[in-house]
Structures are given as structure tokens and as C-alpha cells.
């Protein structure tokens, strides 16, 4: 597939083409006040960056062939590797999908070492409340 540009606008996706590779490496765009993410930035062998976020009570899914972490310039912003910190070097991707989550949605990457990546709203009953990423074991 490997489409360019944003692929998913929606609260109900599902993101098949990272299905059994491994993903090298997670960076999360933050707000360096609140510690919010913004964007979550993922790197997959073989695919260039795709960055996901929500807003607005959808999740967005996109790939943009273009993506620079290591050099971007944006002082406003943090940008944190995050793949050491949640341990997914290297693991093997078995699900990425969105979903409905109260007024709200959640994007969560599943992997066959049964770990699960969840970005989601805060206060899922709060349309459009602030973001955290999180792992579940």
C-alpha cells in the first residue's frame, strides 16, 4: 500500500500494512509545559516515518514520505524517544486500529509479545480532552 498523506480521519479504523514487522522506533511530539502528546511518530523497518495523533475526537493516521526527527527544528516542542522507555525495540506489530472511546477515540497498536500502545484522551467523557500514551502489559 504504503500511501502517501493522510490515510485515516475518523473514530473507526484499521491500519493493516505494519502487520507483522517490527517496529525500530517510537518519538512523541510533546508539549513541554503539560507533557501532552501531540504526535506520536513511528518508524517501521522497511517504511519511512507515520505519525498518528488525535483531535477532535477522531483519530488521524498519516504518512507523509518526508518526516525528519533527528533534525527538526521546532523549539516549541519536545521530541522524546519513547521505544526504550516502553521496551518495543524491535517488537513485532500484530494490530493498529482506532476506535470509538466515549466521546472521544483511542489509536492502540497491539504486539505479538502482547503488549498494547494506547493513545487516548484523558477524560474520555470530555470531548476532546487532553492526550496520554500509555502501554498496557
Same mark, same amino acid.
Given at each position: 500500500?504504503?500511501?502517501?498523506?493522510? #490515510?485515516?480521519? &475518523? +473514530?473507526?479504523?484499521? %491500519?493493516?500494512?505494519?502487520?507483522?514487522?517490527?517496529?525500530?522506533? =517510537?518519538?512523541?511530539?510533546?508539549?513541554?509545559?503539560?507533557?501532552?502528546?501531540?504526535?506520536?511518530?513511528?518508524?517501521?523497518?522497511?517504511?519511512?516515518?507515520?505519525?498518528?495523533?488525535?483531535?477532535?475526537?477522531?483519530?488521524?493516521?498519516?504518512?507523509?514520505?518526508?518526516?525528519? #526527527?533527528?533534525? &527538526? +527544528?521546532?523549539?516549541? %516542542?519536545?521530541?522524546?524517544?519513547?521505544?526504550?522507555?516502553?521496551? =518495543?525495540?524491535?517488537?513485532?506489530?500484530?494490530?493498529?486500529?482506532?476506535?470509538?472511546?466515549?466521546?472521544?477515540?483511542?489509536?492502540?497498536?497491539?504486539?505479538?509479545?502482547?503488549?498494547?500502545?494506547?493513545?487516548?484522551?484523558?477524560?474520555?467523557?470530555?470531548?476532546?480532552?487532553?492526550?496520554?500514551?500509555?502501554?498496557?502489559?
Amino acid at each position: 500500500m504504503n500511501q502517501e498523506g493522510r #490515510i485515516f480521519q &475518523d +473514530d473507526n479504523f484499521i %491500519f493493516t500494512e505494519f502487520n507483522g514487522l517490527k517496529l525500530e522506533k =517510537l518519538v512523541v511530539c510533546e508539549n513541554p509545559e503539560t507533557k501532552e502528546p501531540i504526535l506520536i511518530y513511528l518508524k517501521v523497518e522497511n517504511h519511512n516515518w507515520h505519525q498518528y495523533f488525535l483531535d477532535a475526537g477522531f483519530g488521524v493516521w498519516e504518512n507523509w514520505n518526508i518526516i525528519d #526527527i533527528d533534525n &527538526d +527544528d521546532d523549539e516549541s %516542542f519536545d521530541y522524546i524517544d519513547k521505544t526504550s522507555d516502553f521496551d =518495543l525495540s524491535q517488537k513485532v506489530i500484530s494490530k493498529i486500529w482506532c476506535e470509538p472511546d466515549q466521546n472521544n477515540c483511542k489509536i492502540s497498536i497491539a504486539f505479538e509479545s502482547n503488549e498494547i500502545l494506547v493513545l487516548q484522551t484523558v477524560h474520555a467523557e470530555m470531548f476532546d480532552s487532553s492526550s496520554e500514551i500509555l502501554i498496557i502489559k
